[in-house]
């Protein structure tokens, strides 16, 4: 089984920072892309960010220039580093991760979500 533990949530003014991090753990062979997705009260989840094994970013336009996604192979944790926040960033923050939790001749990913760490923006 494969666990995605978020945390760094909290409580900020607009124009604060805060850094989000999410640890996979349990069986994991290998992480291909990683990413943040969000759900604001009364709306659909959305991207944030994603990133791949090899670096490769991709941001949603509400945080580019914001946000930074990045990883630590080694750790098995994604960073989400979110600089000058505004209200509307106010959100659920899910972590999403594609595992592969063994060797496999044709190799298989299986998606998985964290519980999400609450992230809200006072103006």
């Known amino acids: 089984q494969v666990q995605l533990l978020e945390s760094g949530g909290g409580l900020v003014q607009a124009g604060g920072s805060l850094r989000l991090s999410c640890a996979a753990s349990?069986?994991?062979?290998?992480?291909?892309?990683m990413g943040w997705y969000r759900q604001a009260p009364g709306k659909q989840r959305e991207l944030v960010a994603t990133?791949?094994?090899?670096?490769?970013?991709n941001y949603a336009d509400s945080v580019k220039g914001r946000f930074t996604i990045f990883r630590d192979n080694a750790k098995k944790t994604v960073y989400l580093q979110m600089n000058s926040l505004k209200p509307e960033d106010t959100a659920v923050y899910y972590c999403?991760?594609?595992?592969?939790?063994?060797?496999?001749?044709?190799?298989?990913?299986?998606?998985?979500w964290g519980q999400g760490t609450q992230v809200a923006v006072s103006s």
């Open positions: 999403n991760a594609d595992v592969m939790t063994r060797i496999q001749l044709t190799p298989k990913f299986v998606n998985y």
């Open positions: 349990g069986t994991i062979f290998s992480i291909a892309a």
């Open positions: 990133i791949t094994s090899g670096g490769s970013t």
